[in-house]
């Protein structure tokens, strides 16, 4: 049975720091892209970062390049979301994915393993 389990959600002042982890079981962790996206109240689940199975390509969304940083550790089995300089619109409901890579890595449903989602609140 697969299973992603985000922590490391909070909240957090403006200008702040959070680290965020994905320990993930039951796959083969070492050859999946895994990804973090990200879902605010009344909008739609959207693309944060994503990392290749080596860990040697990184891609990001412009509004977090620069601030985050997703990083893993295939040892671990475990990703992480590195998110410095947070913003109230940072504001939402952190998910990690898992993927095989052949499609998209920026789109959702490219993504055939989630976790639970962990609670991230940047106050102003």
């Known amino acids: 049975q697969v299973q992603l389990v985000e922590s490391g959600g909070g909240l957090v002042q403006a200008g702040g720091s959070l680290r965020l982890s994905c320990a993930a079981s039951?796959?083969?962790?070492?050859?999946?892209?895994m990804g973090w996206f990200r879902q605010a109240p009344g909008k739609e689940r959207e693309f944060v970062a994503y990392i290749s199975w080596s860990g040697d390509w990184t891609d990001y969304s412009d509004s977090v390049k620069g601030r985050f940083t997703i990083s893993r550790d295939n040892g671990k089995n475990t990703v992480y979301l590195q998110m410095n300089t947070l913003k109230p619109d940072d504001t939402a409901v952190y998910y990690c994915?898992?993927?095989?890579?052949?499609?998209?890595?920026?789109?959702?449903?490219?993504?055939?393993?989630w976790g639970q989602g962990t609670q991230v609140t940047v106050s102003s």
């Open positions: 039951g796959l083969i962790f070492s050859t999946n892209v």
């Open positions: 994915g898992a993927s095989d890579g052949f499609f998209d890595s920026r789109r959702s449903p490219s993504y055939y393993y």
